[in-house]
């Protein structure tokens, strides 16, 4: 029964899908959404606020801190991105030029800090670097400040470049490179002059993702900063002293900042020469060697292993203590604060299923808009821009506008305000994971099927969504974990709700009465809910394959 009735409504929406004027509602209806649910309210939210930027302008304590908040945004993301492309892509590198087993176990631990929550690695990071962490027993203890923001930063930003330019450097001819070998050049003058320019995309797209990692993190940043103030953490601060003056000039001006920024290392990376014309031939002959790369790759190994692999599984260890001092079965019980913890959980998942499943159905139509270009070229380079804003934009400047235009709406309850603000940071994710994949379809297939009597909608279920499956999948469950562990956002609207990593951060602020055990615990789940959601992408991708 259950079958012949999806049949039906199968065959009923290929006959609508045939039909130009549904089709014309659907894309309209899609536009519409990304205009009004994704781009307006975050414009208009702050500027409907933007007259109490005046209270901060008269106080020049707070000026003084805005602009110190401000400016160390920019220089620790600029920082870190740099740092994260000189040391990720050695390691890229060799994961990519190698095929044996322990080349692939180091091709998954890459993934770690991306797939841990920012809060457990901003909890993990300050245990591994502070005074009970192991390295203290060398007498290197970093406390809570600049410092330990930029590691903590370098760790969860890492994986992006290093993942970013694998893909980079496998899909890669190495056709120039075999060509410059067979004329006597040697390996360091191939990778500066031949290789390196012609990965000068992936090499931008890298940078810019790992500095927009950097610029939106709240949560974790909260946990290390200490009295030190980025952007995120002087809007947390603002917003938790009842300021919303300086919350405003803040939101707004990383906002427009961090725009700019983008748009500006996007129009100079297009005009970067990274090859230098001048030829040394002794260094690069020493740089070229056996032994320089075998010491390049220990060092980059031992870099990746000590800032971090290790400093982000390091909550692992307080976490086990939990299991065996009566904190798991208070956790199972849902006695003292664990109630709540539970509560915030279910919170949590309840909001990421909502916006994965609305984000899935209001994004497909605007990959296919952006990968088939239907509404010309300009258009779709509008809409593409659109679509990057929320990754584009710090997520807690985000969500205070968001905050500010949906509570104008005094009949939408908070849950509704969570779900629309956790919608609007992961809406990219998906769409250009399935742009990307649709993208690389040639339009060919589906004139063929059309050809053969294929309608529209037909032609997706049949051609392009089992071709596209795979970043189908991928996208979907990026936007399920990405909002689960949303927390600048979700700190910036949420006022009685509070979800998961929300309610952790106040745990390790030490806002409720919680113990160490409690916190590595709570933190454990939410670690733990992170990776079963990957392990299932990977036995769906895997099965899939076979």
């Known amino acids: 029964m259950a079958i012949r009735l999806f049949e039906s409504v199968m065959a009923t929406l290929d006959k609508l899908s045939s039909r130009p004027k549904v089709k ?58 740099s740092l994260d492309l000189i040391a990720g ?27 841990i929550p920012t809060v457990a690695l901003g909890f993990s990071t300050l245990l591994f670097w502070g005074k009970t962490g192991p390295v203290s027993v060398l007498g290197v203890i970093v406390p809570p400040g600049l410092l330990l923001v930029l590691l903590l930063h370098f760790a969860f930003s890492f994986p992006v470049i290093v993942r970013v330019m694998v893909g980079e450097l496998m899909a890669h001819n190495t056709i ?32 810019l993702l790992a500095f927009a990692r950097s610029l939106s993190e709240t949560g974790a940043t909260v946990i290390v900063a200490g009295l030190f103030e980025n952007g995120p953490v002087f809007i947390k601060n603002a917003k938790d002293a009842g300021l919303e003056g300086p919350m405003v000039l803040v939101s707004f001006t990383l906002i427009i900042s961090s725009v700019a920024v983008f748009a500006l290392i996007r129009l100079l990376g297009t005009r970067l020469k990274i090859p230098i014309k001048n030829v040394y031939p002794v260094p690069e002959a020493g740089l070229s060697s056996n032994r ?17 692999l290790i400093p982000s599984i390091y909550i692992t260890f307080p976490a086990i203590g939990a299991l065996t001092d009566g904190t798991l079965q208070k956790a199972i019980s849902g006695l003292g604060v664990w109630s709540s913890f539970w509560q915030s959980m279910t919170l949590s998942y309840v909001i990421a299923v909502i916006v994965t499943l609305i984000n899935i159905v209001m994004g497909l139509p605007i990959a ?46 908070e849950f509704w305000i969570l779900v629309f603000a956790h919608m609007t940071i992961t809406y990219t994710y998906f769409v250009q994971a399935m742009a990307a994949a649709i993208e690389g379809i040639p339009e060919e297939m589906e004139e063929t ?51 998961a990593p929300v309610l952790l951060v106040s745990w390790v602020k030490h806002q409720v009465i919680v113990t160490d055990s409690d916190i590595a615990l709570g933190i454990a789940f939410l670690v733990l809910t992170s990776f ?14 076979k």
């Open 24 to 81: 014309k509602v659907v894309y309209a209806f899609a536009v519409s959404f990304l205009i009004s649910v994704i781009l307006l309210p975050p414009v208009l939210g702050i500027s409907f606020k933007l007259g109490l930027a005046e209270q901060v302008l008269s106080n020049p304590e707070l000026v003084n801190r805005s602009e110190a908040a401000i400016f160390w945004s920019f220089i620790i993301a600029l920082s870190v991105a």
């Open 89 to 115: 892509l050695p390691l890229a590198w060799i994961i990519s030029a190698g095929g044996s087993r322990w080349i692939s176990i180091l091709d998954a631990l890459a993934d770690i800090p991306f797939v």
């Open 176 to 207: 120039y490179e075999t060509a410059a070998k067979t004329l006597g050049a040697r390996a360091f003058p191939i990778a500066r002059t031949v290789t390196l320019p012609l990965l000068r995309p992936g090499l931008i797209a890298a940078f």
């Open 292 to 308: 320089s790369v075998n010491i390049r790759n220990g060092v980059t190994l031992l870099v990746f292993g000590l800032f971090v």
């Open 368 to 413: 296919i808009l952006i990968a088939r270009k239907k509404l010309g070229k300009l258009a779709t380079t509008l809409i593409d821009a659109v679509v990057n804003v929320p990754i584009v934009v710090p997520s807690v400047a985000l969500g205070v506008s968001l905050g500010f235009f949906w509570r104008s709406f005094s009949f939408l309850p």
């Open 449 to 499: 099927a059309r050809t053969l009597g294929g309608r529209p909608f037909r032609v997706f279920r049949k051609i392009i969504l089992p071709l596209t499956k795979y970043s189908f999948l991928s996208g979907s469950i990026l936007v399920f974990t990405r909002s689960v562990d949303e927390t600048g956002a979700a700190t910036a609207v949420s006022q009685t709700l509070k979800t």
């Open 532 to 545: 079963a959601s990957l392990l299932v992408l990977r036995l769906i991708v895997y099965r899939g394959k």
